[in-house]
């Protein structure tokens, strides 16, 4: 086939020739073509491989083999080609249109996958690809299915070992009341049993172990906070300076606290009344009357929920105030150190040996801490030493070895024969340890 393509290049008709001189070199589109090329046992006037793209030339002989060249077409075509077939005269007479309609098919029929040996069709291929594709789907399909089933089964685990650490906290919120009506029999005794001891309701931790699991307890006498209905503004003013709050808004924050619970619309000169929350984007009135819970403060002039709540830094001062003491004292066998540095005339130093003091035994007296008597006067209008029936208990359920806790604070009133109230309950709430 050979040699028989050479004699073919030798003797070239004019038409041809024309064409040769068009397309060789990379000359149409940078295609690249090939003359008297054989193609099985065919030899092709011209062909493009990169485009699979056969160009036949006919003269006045093609008219008695027409069926010879339907038949090589057929196998061309068969094996991914596209035959364009032109006579010589078009050729010769209009060759800008030969080559016009050559680039246009080469431009448009990129190359073909040949049929594979053996008779095999194309379609043999799709289907594979159709077969790959829908065991793709299908794994997706899976691999989805088995996630989904992983996450439930984490969700269900996480659920069910948060509801044990409810229960667990709830266990914890119910231990500490019974502490308390323990308290109440034997607080003054003087001979005390190992394991039988009073628990201490000035926030000391304990803790106990319940089936795989265990809970801490605090226990907070309210009348070691600040009431902030019946508090005076120099001890709220050092409450805040002690908790660090900025300077600048400490007289906004005092002055609308006593402006909202006041019973006049006579604002203080850093405070609000109704003018200013009516002037608010959701307007509503000043109060004009005590606090009912603590969360209500977030309603007045200059508080944040940061300066309320407190942040990963540093504790809130809704953890230091109450509305259930009723009392315009500070109870010091109760009161943290924060509410200790509100007390006029308090120095950290003397908070510590506060603390310090009634770590063994209860204050009688303010004096016999070792405090002067003229600071210990200064600060006898705002201290008690008495406790109320009122108490903040703060409960977290832990399960197993796990660091996160379940938590629960709880503020119960206690009365004779055994009775209890609940005045608060959040659960589950935000606990600094």
Known sequence: MN????????????????????????????????????????????????????IELDGGQHLTEENRDRERDKWLCGHGFKVLRFWNTEVLQNIKGVLEVIK???LNHPPLTPPVKGGETREKGVALLLVLWVLTILMVIVLSFSFMARTETHSTLSFKEGIEKKFI????????????????????????????????????????????????VKIIDESGKVDINTVSDVVLENLLISSEVREEEIDTIVD???????????HRLHGAESDYYMSLPNPYKAKNANFDTLEEL????????????????????????????????????????????????????????IIDYRGTKEITNIQEIGIPAETSNLMAPYISITGSNTFTIEAIGYKGSGKGGYAIRATVTISGNNKYTYVYYKSPTSIKQ
């Open 3 to 54: 040699n028989i393509a050479k004699n073919l290049r030798k003797r070239s008709t004019d038409a041809e020739k024309l064409l040769w001189r068009h397309l060789r070199a990379k000359q149409l589109e940078g295609l690249k073509f090939r003359r008297q090329e054989p193609i099985d046992n065919y030899i092709a006037d011209f062909v493009c491989f990169e485009n699979r793209i056969v």
């Open 104 to 106: 246009e098919n080469c």
């Open 169 to 216: 906290a709830e266990a914890g919120i119910e231990r500490g009341i019974v502490e308390l009506f323990y308290r109440n029999v034997y607080k003054n005794q003087t001979l005390v049993l190992e394991g039988m001891e009073v628990w201490k309701t000035d926030g000391t931790s304990y803790k106990a172990q319940t089936g795989d699991g265990y809970y801490t």
């Open 256 to 266: 609308s606290i006593m402006d909202w619970k006041d019973p006049d619309d006579l």
């Open 298 to 353: 977030l309603l007045v002039k200059g508080m944040t929920p940061e300066i309320l709540y407190g942040s990963n830094e540093k504790r809130g001062i809704i953890n230091f105030l109450t509305v259930n003491s009723r009392t315009n004292r500070i109870n010091i066998n109760a009161a943290p150190k924060e509410v200790l540095m509100a007390i006029p005339g308090m120095t950290p130093e003397f908070a510590d040996m």
